[in-house]
């Protein structure tokens, strides 16, 4: 079965430090890979995502992620956090089926920045 | 440029009544997605259109849940009768392209609802 796991409920980070936010995937294929980021009582808000080429992308707020296909992993990354990067955060996968543009979320991480 | 609307924010109806909620997405995006987001989960696709025909509807509990696109624009999603089971944030969204494309979908802000 296609699927997207998310190990972390929650991670915790001081303002300052990097953080990593852990998504792995099960799905055949070369899947497209994306994150995104909710805040409370607003929609989900695209951040970046992986089709083709460089393992590295670059994203929206001064985030990215790695595409490490052996370990089927996407794991999405900032240098410095910041407090206003406390959100929920996504990963989704859209299995490479040639059809239709279907994402398969994870449930989800928790991100808390504290002072 | 607009985001993808949606209506309303909130509601609370009983089990076994009706509601519906209303979506308008981006203009010029000519698909659509209706997601469920359970607490604790991440949003589930319910139905997409591709302009005003379905292409996925496999997750649709056809039983209670309907959904229209008129005219390639505008949809609603309905549900009748309601459970307990459907309490959740219904997220509407529209990207650019669907089939064959990798073009990201932009969500809405989302309807809250509470069956009691």
């Known amino acids: 079965a296609q699927s997207v796991a998310q190990p972390e409920d929650q991670v915790n980070v001081a303002e300052g430090n990097p953080l990593t936010v852990k998504c792995t995937y099960s799905?055949?294929?070369?899947?497209?890979l994306f994150w995104y980021v909710q805040y409370p009582n607003r929609g989900l808000q695209f951040l970046l995502k992986?089709?083709?080429?460089?393992?590295l992308v670059k994203g929206s707020y001064g985030f990215e992620a790695e595409f490490n296909k052996s370990q089927t992993s996407f794991h999405l990354k900032k240098p410095s956090a910041l407090v206003s990067d406390s959100a929920l955060y996504f990963c989704a996968v859209r299995p490479f089926s040639g059809g239709y543009n279907k994402l398969i979320f994870g449930a989800g991480t928790r991100l808390a920045v504290h002072p | 440029e607009a985001g993808v609307a949606q209506s309303p924010r909130y509601k609370i109806i009983e089990k076994r009544q009706s509601v519906a909620f209303w979506c308008n997405p981006i203009?010029?995006?000519?698909?659509l997605y209706w997601y469920q987001q359970i607490l604790g989960q991440g949003p589930k696709l319910l139905i997409q259109?591709?302009?005003?025909?379905?292409?996925?509807d496999s997750q649709l509990p056809k039983d209670r849940f309907s959904a229209e696109r008129l005219k390639g624009v505008d949809s609603t999603l309905k549900i009748q009768p309601a459970k307990l089971e459907d309490s959740a944030v219904y997220l509407c969204a529209s990207s650019l392209g669907g089939t064959g494309s990798s073009y990201e979908q932009y969500f809405g802000p989302g309807t809250r609802l509470t069956v009691t």
């Open positions: 799905v055949s294929g070369n899947p497209y």
């Open positions: 992986y089709i083709t080429g460089d393992n």
């Open positions: 259109f591709q302009n005003n025909g379905v292409v996925d």
């Open positions: 203009s010029g995006h000519a698909t």
